[in-house]
C-alpha cells in the first residue's frame, strides 16, 4: 500500500517552455501533497505544501507564479514549472500523506532538464 | 525553524559490519522522525520511523532510537548488505504542521 506515482519520470524541454508534472496517491486519499526539489548529491528542498481544494503554501524563496500547484483531487497534484530556464533543471519529488497520518510517502521523482 | 544535522555524510563499511547514522534536531516541539532511503535516481523510500512516545524501535536489521532530552535520533542498521548501499536520509516534523525537515543525508557504502 501507499504507493505515490509521478509522471513523467524524465522531461527534457526548451528554455521558455512550460512543464507540468503529475504526482498521483494510487491507493490511497491523499489530503495534503507535497512538493521537493532536488539537487545533485544535496538533500530534498521542500517547495510548497497542497491540500485539497485550497491553494498551495510556499516555502520562503520559492516563486509561486513560476511553480504553480494545483491539487484538485484527493489523489492528484499538478507542479507546472513555467518559462523553465536551465537552472530549473533539477530532481522534483513529490510526497503524499492522508489526514490522520504523519507519514510521507515519496514518488519516484521526476528528472526535468530544461535546454 | 527547525534545523536538523546529520553524520556522518559518508560511511564506507564491510559487508556483515553495522552502520550507524546520527542525527540531531533543533526543535524540541518536533515529535515525529521518519528515516528514508534513497537508491540513485529514485524518490525516497520509508524505512523506518519512530514518534515522540517511544524511545526504540526495531525492524529486522533497522532500529532507531530516540534521546528527547538531548534532541538527537539514530539509525542502526546490523548485519549490513551491498543492497543497503544509498543515500539515507533523516527527517524531523511535528505533527501539527506535517513539513519535514531533512537531514543532508548520509552516502552508505557496503563493500563486499
Known amino acids: 500500500g501507499a504507493v505515490v506515482s509521478q509522471h513523467p519520470s524524465r522531461v527534457i524541454c526548451k528554455s521558455g517552455t512550460s512543464v507540468k508534472i503529475e504526482c498521483r496517491s494510487l491507493?490511497?486519499?491523499?489530503?495534503?501533497m507535497f512538493w521537493y526539489r532536488q539537487f545533485p548529491k544535496q538533500s530534498l528542498m521542500l517547495m510548497a505544501t497542497?491540500?485539497?481544494?485550497?491553494?498551495?503554501?510556499?516555502e520562503q524563496g520559492v516563486e509561486k507564479d513560476k511553480f504553480l500547484i494545483n491539487h484538485a483531487s484527493l489523489t492528484l497534484s499538478t507542479l507546472t514549472v513555467t518559462s523553465a530556464h536551465p537552472e530549473d533543471s533539477s530532481f522534483y519529488i513529490c510526497?503524499?500523506?492522508?489526514?490522520?497520518?504523519?507519514?510521507?510517502?515519496f514518488g519516484p521523482g521526476t528528472r526535468l532538464t530544461v535546454l | 525553524g527547525e534545523n536538523v544535522e546529520q553524520h556522518p555524510s559518508t560511511l564506507s563499511v564491510q559487508e556483515g559490519d553495522s552502520a550507524v547514522i546520527k542525527c540531531t534536531y533543533s526543535?524540541?516541539?518536533?515529535?515525529?522522525f521518519p528515516w528514508y532511503k534513497q537508491e540513485l535516481g529514485k524518490g525516497p523510500q520509508l524505512i523506518i520511523d519512530?514518534?515522540?512516545?517511544?524511545g526504540e524501535k526495531k525492524d529486522q536489521r533497522i532500529a532507531v532510537t530516540l534521546n528527547k532530552t538531548a534532541k538527537h535520533f539514530s539509525l542502526h542498521i546490523t548485519e549490513t548488505q551491498p543492497e543497503d548501499s544509498a543515500v539515507y536520509f533523516c527527517?524531523?516534523?511535528?505533527?501539527?504542521?506535517?513539513?519535514?525537515?531533512f537531514g543532508g543525508g548520509t552516502r552508505v557504502l557496503v563493500k563486499p
Open positions: 519512530i514518534r515522540s512516545n517511544v
Open positions: 491507493d490511497f486519499q491523499a489530503t495534503t
Open positions: 526543535d524540541s516541539a518536533s515529535n515525529y
Open positions: 510526497s503524499a500523506k492522508w489526514t490522520s497520518g504523519d507519514t510521507q510517502y
Open positions: 527527517a524531523a516534523s511535528i505533527a501539527a504542521g506535517n513539513k519535514l525537515t
Open positions: 497542497s491540500n485539497e481544494g485550497s491553494k498551495a503554501t510556499y
